[in-house]
């Protein structure tokens, strides 16, 4: 079996007979040793020592905040309160599944956006756990990765975004390349049958470009699938999403926005407002999601569908919440308890 996104930490887990991932000394300490983790240059002494200690010791013993309120710089201090209530969370839910639930239907807010993503890369590694398809596990990146936007040959592309800002800095550093010109997208190779098998060895680069395409595409049916996964791993409802062109339902009965500016977009349609013609270039796909058993939905939706909007930001960044998808199905309080 191919393995990819190694660097979620998803080897170092146990699992559960739900197959749920189970916290080990093992990540904990790997997750500890990430570099946006790791004290800075020039760290206090106190914070050196606590870091060492948790990471090569005891990477579950308790930390006050009496031990945090010692340290010298303010930052560290407020970035130690966040790690370390982080940490505690992991240890005091059954599973990581559990702990995204808990983040994503109510205390998400006071948790680091960088914190939700690398929560969401494993529990995602796990829904797609034996997956094949490239297209499917390229556009899973969405969930914890910001995608930054491309129009090339008419074509929509999809680029990591840290990996773009690299290759842009390149850019200013190398004459040659500034002669090239073109977009740093072109620089990087478009996810394609030819390269498809390649991905799995470089799953953990981030470097190949999705093509998102129309709504038979490989690459937004791809996230269509990823979406049934994490809905079907995370709650236990078995759900079928179709990418599509457009809404035609002039009477929503439910919609959910894949990201923040998705949510804005879609509000002021339920409003009834016009969308003037900028703002509407800024949605790049739409699904529309059924429930398997109507049983497990809101009466008031029933057999109704459910939209699904995602949409860039004006700066061309799209920032999926793949919490939304969880947080803002109309679910019934059985399935919910589920």
Same mark, same amino acid.
């Given at each position: 079996?191919?393995?990819?996104?190694?660097?979620?930490?998803?080897?170092?887990?146990?699992?559960?007979?739900?197959?749920? $991932?189970?916290?080990?000394?093992?990540?904990?300490?790997?997750? $500890?040793?990430?570099?946006?983790?790791? !004290?800075?240059?020039?760290?206090?002494?106190?914070?050196?020592?606590?870091?060492?200690?948790?990471?090569?010791?005891?990477?579950?013993?308790?930390?006050?905040?009496? /031990?945090?309120?010692?340290?010298?710089?303010?930052?560290?201090?407020?970035?130690?309160?966040?790690?370390?209530?982080?940490?505690?969370?992991?240890?005091?839910?059954?599973?990581?599944?559990?702990?995204?639930? *808990? $983040?994503?239907?109510?205390?998400?807010?006071?948790?680091?956006?960088?914190?939700?993503?690398?929560?969401? *890369?494993?529990?995602?590694?796990?829904?797609?756990?034996? /997956?094949?398809?490239?297209?499917?596990?390229?556009?899973?990146?969405?969930?914890?990765?910001?995608?930054?936007?491309?129009?090339?040959?008419?074509?929509?592309?999809?680029?990591?975004?840290?990996?773009?800002?690299?290759?842009? *800095?390149?850019?200013?550093?190398?004459?040659?390349?500034?002669?090239?010109?073109?977009?740093?997208?072109?620089?990087?190779?478009?996810?394609?049958?030819?390269?498809?098998?390649?991905?799995?060895?470089?799953?953990?680069?981030?470097?190949?470009?999705?093509?998102?395409?129309?709504?038979?595409?490989?690459?937004?049916?791809?996230?269509?699938?990823?979406?049934?996964?994490?809905?079907?791993?995370?709650?236990?409802?078995?759900?079928?999403?179709? !990418?599509?062109?457009?809404?035609?339902?002039?009477?929503?009965?439910?919609?959910?926005? $894949?990201?923040?500016?998705?949510?804005?977009?879609?509000?002021?349609?339920?409003?009834?407002?016009?969308?003037?013609?900028?703002?509407?270039?800024?949605?790049?796909?739409?699904?529309?999601?059924?429930?398997?058993?109507?049983? /497990?939905?809101?009466? *008031?939706?029933?057999?109704?569908?459910?939209?699904?909007?995602?949409?860039? =930001?004006?700066?061309?960044?799209?920032?999926?919440? !793949?919490?939304?998808?969880?947080?803002?199905?109309?679910?019934?309080?059985?399935?919910?308890? =589920?």
């Amino acid at each position: 079996m191919k393995d990819f996104w190694v660097s979620s930490g998803h080897h170092l887990l146990d699992r559960d007979e739900a197959d749920r $991932l189970i916290v080990t000394d093992a990540f904990l300490k790997a997750y $500890l040793a990430r570099p946006e983790l790791l !004290p800075p240059e020039g760290a206090c002494e106190v914070e050196l020592r606590l870091h060492h200690e948790l990471l090569m010791h005891h990477p579950r013993r308790p930390v006050t905040q009496d /031990e945090i309120a010692v340290m010298g710089d303010p930052d560290a201090r407020e970035n130690w309160a966040f790690m370390i209530s982080f940490r505690d969370r992991l240890l005091a839910t059954p599973s990581l599944e559990a702990a995204y639930l *808990q $983040l994503a239907l109510g205390s998400a807010a006071d948790t680091p956006p960088l914190f939700m993503n690398q929560l969401a *890369q494993v529990v995602l590694r796990n829904a797609l756990d034996g /997956e094949t398809e490239p297209a499917v596990l390229r556009a899973a990146e969405l969930f914890y990765r910001p995608q930054r936007v491309s129009f090339h040959e008419g074509a929509l592309l999809l680029a990591d975004a840290e990996t773009i800002e690299v290759h842009e *800095q390149n850019r200013h550093t190398s004459p040659l390349l500034s002669m090239l010109g073109g977009p740093a997208v072109t620089e990087l190779e478009i996810l394609d049958e030819t390269n498809a098998d390649s991905y799995f060895d470089r799953s953990d680069a981030f470097d190949m470009v999705l093509r998102l395409g129309g709504a038979h595409s490989p690459g937004r049916r791809g996230l269509a699938d990823a979406m049934e996964a994490w809905i079907r791993h995370l709650v236990a409802v078995t759900v079928t999403i179709e !990418p599509v062109e457009r809404i035609e339902d002039d009477n929503w009965a439910w919609f959910v926005g $894949l990201d923040a500016e998705a949510t804005r977009i879609g509000n002021a349609l339920w409003r009834g407002e016009d969308l003037d013609p900028e703002t509407a270039e800024r949605i790049v796909a739409l699904f529309r999601l059924r429930f398997s058993d109507i049983g /497990e939905v809101r009466p *008031q939706v029933g057999a109704q569908p459910i939209w699904l909007i995602m949409a860039m =930001t004006p700066d061309r960044m799209i920032r999926m919440k !793949p919490q939304n998808l969880i947080a803002g199905l109309p679910l019934c309080a059985t399935a919910q308890a =589920t």
